[in-house]
């Protein structure tokens, strides 16, 4: 495995790439999730796939070094691009996302298109629901010293189906969370509100490669009528739904990788 720490314009970003002569899998973390969410997709695939991990600024290890607490889209799409390049990723390359970083591959994808092959997208829609907006609204009313609320609010709301390891470990994610990793998690949220549609900042109708989505069907804060809407708004694209699943899939449950490793094998290989 390969460990470097890059600097890229005003950012410190934290880059881990699991050599191996398959394709090229590239994994997008969900907001303030790092790349330890992808612990059990690398014990599962690395030995089939060139697997490249990396934290965003304000999560993991991922670093602002000067500038504003909030990162745009297109500085994120701009991180993705020289990540790229630095771990030398060409060919048959796949973004794998989670949340989050779903719509930062779609919207690197609109730009860049003949870099990627195939996206395979968990948990995202076009717009925040009824339910996550109530849960974004709560969590900017507490105060900023009760981490724990914070990490129960975003438990109770939509990871009730995580195992109680994953649920502490949140809790103690928050607990030690830094002033400025706070500030942004809860701007992004903010952003997140005012944001109606994807649309307005990605011109999905102009992504051509194949994508899948994925959705679990105890998702509370992604209506699937929502992920509809964005598979009809993505030329080429497709559901899949996840039984007994809810917004953290894999992180949930371990079996949920079945589904992953059968839209490998039959959409990424080749």
Not at 52 to 67: A, C, E, N, T, W
Not at 95 to 106: E, N
Not at 126 to 135: A, V
Not at 162 to 173: C, F, R
């Amino acid at each position: 495995m390969r460990k470097d720490v890059i600097k890229i314009g005003r950012f410190e970003i934290p880059l881990r790439v699991y050599e191996n002569s398959g394709p090229n899998l590239v994994c997008l973390n969900g907001v303030q999730q790092s790349m330890a969410m992808w612990h059990t997709f690398i014990r599962r695939f690395s030995d089939k796939y060139r697997i490249v991990l990396f934290d965003f600024p304000s999560q993991g290890k991922g670093r602002i070094l000067s500038g504003p607490s909030v990162v745009s889209i297109d500085e994120q799409v701009d991180i993705l691009r020289e990540i790229l390049k630095v771990a030398k990723v060409k060919g048959n390359t796949a973004l794998c996302a989670a949340s989050w970083g779903g719509v930062v591959a779609l919207a690197y994808t609109a730009k860049f298109q003949p870099d990627i092959k195939r996206l395979v997208l968990a948990s995202i829609g076009t717009r925040p629901n009824k339910k996550m907006i109530e849960t974004i609204k709560r969590g900017s009313e507490i105060d900023e010293g009760n981490r724990e609320k914070m990490a129960e609010t975003l438990i109770e709301s939509f990871g009730q189906n995580l195992p109680e390891q994953i649920k502490l470990k949140i809790m103690t994610q928050f607990r030690t969370m830094s002033k400025e990793n706070l500030r942004s998690f809860c701007e992004h949220g903010m952003f997140v509100m005012s944001t109606k549609e994807l649309s307005s900042v990605v011109d999905l109708g102009s992504i051509k490669v194949r994508t899948i989505l994925l959705h679990g069907e105890k998702d509370a804060i992604i209506d699937f009528d929502d992920v509809k809407f964005l598979a009809a708004s993505i030329p080429n694209s497709e559901i899949r739904i996840v039984k007994n699943a809810g917004h953290f899939l894999h992180l949930e449950r371990e079996t949920v990788l079945d589904v992953y490793d059968e839209i490998f094998s039959k959409e990424v290989v080749g």
